[in-house]
């Protein structure tokens, strides 16, 4: 897939996608002469469903609380 189409899946800019990629946390390969980069999809994927552990056991972790009434 594109950066572009990354950025559309998961409604985000390219700037985040390309910094994403960058910093290595979303596998990516760079082809061709111009060195432009591509995302399996099946490791956008498995990105994706890191993300949903990772925020579950942030939720866990931060539970909401109830507030007293004003």
Same mark, same amino acid.
């Given at each position: 897939? *594109?950066? $572009?189409? =990354?950025?559309? %899946? @998961?409604? =985000? $800019?390219? $700037? /985040?996608? &390309?910094? @994403?990629?960058?910093?290595?946390? @979303?596998?990516?390969?760079?082809? #061709? #002469?111009? #060195?432009?980069? +591509? =995302? !399996?999809?099946?490791?956008?994927? /498995? &990105?994706? !469903? /890191?993300? &949903? +552990? !990772?925020?579950?056991?942030? =939720? %866990? /972790?931060?539970? *909401?609380?109830? +507030?007293?009434?004003?």
């Amino acid at each position: 897939m *594109l950066l $572009s189409d =990354v950025a559309a %899946e @998961l409604n =985000v $800019s390219d $700037s /985040q996608v &390309y910094h @994403l990629v960058r910093n290595g946390e @979303l596998p990516a390969i760079k082809i #061709g #002469g111009r #060195g432009q980069w +591509r =995302v !399996e999809r099946a490791k956008l994927e /498995q &990105y994706i !469903e /890191q993300k &949903y +552990r !990772e925020t579950a056991a942030w =939720v %866990e /972790q931060n539970p *909401l609380t109830d +507030r007293e009434p004003d």
